[in-house]
């Protein structure tokens, strides 16, 4: 393909304008999500094929203007001014804001910049009462105008069409350097604005468009209901993620042991076979199970954003957040990071305080992510059982909520905690547009499901499986001797007559993984964990949840399949049957249980986080912070809750 | 007089907004001087509150809302 046979657009847009709907529908899947040079931002491109041409998109974070206020905005105005002079660049603008959105088209036409500009929600322009004149518009703009309804994929064609048939041209909005000053500039582009839109847009009526959301907000942002909605909200968010996913749950547990058994006979016996079926299969059953419970939290979490709920409850709670340091703008990140820390970190970006935002930064790993959704249902399940109810209530639902309640509490104290450490003299605002009310887009939300269970799956797999197979060698194998010596120990004829076949073959098996590598690893740090109730089994499972903390299910899940050669029992059932070698009673009482649970809502055992937090902030010294903080929280209040249960 | 002076449902015109920052920012965002602002709603706590001006409907705190002269409409 030669070069000319290559173009490039760059898509731009206000906020809430349907970028990422025409994205997608430019694009469709084949779309990849990467980081912009140097900074964590969110870079999607995808491209599309049109009369042998191939067009690349980049789609930029929604911004106002060209005068940055958040990190986001400052990566759309770099590279806006770094866009080739033969890209194309489409600014997207709603049209039934036309006059506001169109500031950001004439600041980038005064970069010299080549300009298609989209107007979006031209079905909504009927429902206003107005009309545009778009080849007056056109005219007075000098460059091409496309309206399209990126919700139905109206104009989609056309745009594309527009694309390739484009012609490079010289233009400008205002003259350059007409004003020093950033505020009478934008005066002036306001003023011209205004003439040009004055001519175009036709009003025959009342524009009744923010009639409807006025009303919902009486309701949504009342002094009582409001906040009542969103504890109900949140409230069946978790009974759904408990309630509705069990069933498909319970289709992917019952596939495994199927898979892994099928596998266990079709495979000749030994070594490969053993490595499969205990090593790969068991740590991947382990993580697909859990897949229903992130789509149905990473679906709520979209929903909500895109019909525009989100930002009333960040006006809800601005006020209540700033006694702890944080800003209502907090809320999307605190939020987010039930599903996982890693975006929510990343969305952070949109609070323009430094101080603010850092705290949000540092706190939100305390929000139970879904990652601990796999260890809070696994070990739930064994000191509650799953028909107990509370009234209608499911109580291990109630139990997990408690979980994720505990978690935030801890994170609002932590950072009221740093808001008298850290000390900023920034001053810290709050201005946050409160979109219209709008159903939510389907499409968008399967893309949003889609690309997030991906990124689970692929990338948090690829580490899964890694330590599923280094795991199962660890504890496999022995240094020296040791495993012979105990199989022959188990050969005298007292031991035999004494036990059956089958009470042997697993005291042999968990002889033998005690006296593993993976054993002598867990058994070095049990000292420390001890107090806390934990056995040098789950010090292995705390080594290796430093990978991600669902790397517990599937470490529990390895470490209790060495030995179970039938391969008949999931995992709850084997780790419920797990004794304490020493006293020989249940090793998961409900006092090593809870101080489990409490442990892994606290300590900060995840890599990715960390390097997250470290890109974002740009310095070595949070992440330590983090780690040490949030893991001497975690030791204190397991010690603690053991003593109190035991 | 200034913005965080009215309750809900009144109106005025923007007159000045005395933070530069605040001042770009918010003309970005569609709050034009000279054109008219109204205050939609004042959160449960007194902060912040919502105001729009034509179809530009946002939320600003009270410190900032010192910030705008306006000139109130009857």
Sequence with gaps: ??????????????PNTGKSSLFNSLTGLNQKVGNFPGVTVDKKTGSFKIKQTKITVVDLPGTYSLNPNSEDEKVAKNYIEKANEDD??????????LKRNLLLYTQIIDQGKQVILVLNMMDLLQKNNQEIDLSKLSNLLGCPVIPINARIEKGIEE????????????????????????????????????QIVNE???????????????????????KFYGYLIFLGLLFIIFQAIFSWSSYPMDLIENGFIWLSNFVADVLPKGVLNDLIVNGIIAGLGGIVIFVPQIAILFAFITI???????????????????????????????LSSTACAIPA?????????????????????LISCSARIPVYTILIALIVPEDSYFGVFNMQGLLVMGLYLLGFVAAILSAWVMKLIIKSKQHSTFTLEMPIYRSPRWKNVGFEIFSKVKIFLFDAGKIIIAISIILWVLSSYAPGTKFEEISEKYTTETIQQQHTEQEIESLIASEKLEASY???IGKTIEPVIRPLGFDWKIGISLVTSFAAREVFVGTMATLYSVGDEDNTKSIREKMMMAKNPQTGEKLYTTATTLSLLIFYVFAMQCMATLAIVYRETNSIKWPIIQVVYMGALAYLCSLLVFNIFS | MTLDQLIENESGIIKHINDENLAIQLLAMGFILGEEIKVERIAPLKDPILITSGTNYISIRKADAKNMDIEKLK
């Design chain 1, 200 to 222: 175009c847009l036709i009003k025959k009526g009342e524009d009744k468009s923010y009639l409807l959301t006025k009303k919902i907000d009486n309701i949504i942002t009342h």
């Design chain 1, 88 to 97: 194309i660049i489409i600014v997207v603008a709603d049209v039934t804001n």
């Design chain 1, 345 to 365: 970190i990343m969305s952070a970006r949109t609070i323009s305080n430094y101080k603010e935002r850092l705290i949000t930064i540092m706190v939100a790993p």
């Design chain 1, 518 to 520: 993976a054993g002598i």
């Design chain 1, 159 to 194: 745009l594309k069409h527009a694309i390739i048939s484009f012609q490079k041209k010289e233009n400008s909005f205002i003259e350059s350097n007409s004003s020093s000053n950033v505020v009478d500039e934008t005066m002036l582009r306001f003023n011209k604005i205004n």
């Design chain 1, 1 to 14: 393909m030669s070069k000319s046979n290559i173009k490039n657009i760059i898509l731009i847009g206000n």
């Design chain 1, 304 to 334: 909500l954003e895109d019909t525009g709920y989100m930002a009333r409850v960040s006006f809800l709670m601005d006020r209540v957040l700033r006694i702890f340091g944080l800003n209502g703008k907090s809320i999307i990140p605190l």
